[in-house]
Nanobody, 121 residues
Framework: QVHLVESGGGLVQAGGSLRLSCAASRSFVTIIAMGWYRQAPGKQRELVATITSGGSTNYADSVKGRFAISRDNAERTVYLQMNSLTPDDTAVYYC???????????????WGQGTQVTVSS
């Protein structure tokens, strides 16, 4: 069952902008936090930004001032507005949710399938 559906990746020139979206399915009973992680070729997956159900945010230093994460709790959707993109932002971006579905006893991590973001110089 697909629990997180991402959209919005693509190819953009350096200095440009993209907006990623991630919708969580109704299978979730509760969602504590949602966020975005990314993985570039040959590198480990790293945190980009997270947001709690209460609206608290956390950003990687490399994206502070350029990226903005937001959340629509009613729609169970998280967004990542990415501005002033550079080639270093090129990666597969993964949506993450910390929550519990009907089949879970405890909260756990859920991941989307990933969406490619490519920034050309």
């Amino acid at each position: 069952q697909v629990h997180l559906v991402e959209s919005g990746g693509g190819l953009v020139q350096a200095g440009g902008s993209l907006r990623l979206s991630c919708a969580a399915s109704r299978s979730f009973v509760t969602i504590i936090a949602m966020g975005w992680y990314r993985q570039a070729p040959g590198k480990q997956r790293e945190l980009v930004a997270t947001i709690t159900s209460g609206g608290s945010t956390n950003y990687a230093d490399s994206v502070k001032g350029r990226f903005a994460i937001s959340r629509d709790n009613a729609e169970r959707t998280v967004y990542l507005q990415m501005n002033s993109l550079t080639p270093d932002d090129t990666a597969v971006y993964y949506c993450n949710a910390v929550g519990r579905t009907r089949g879970d006893t405890y909260h756990r991590d859920y991941w989307g399938q990933g969406t490619q973001v490519t920034v050309s110089s």
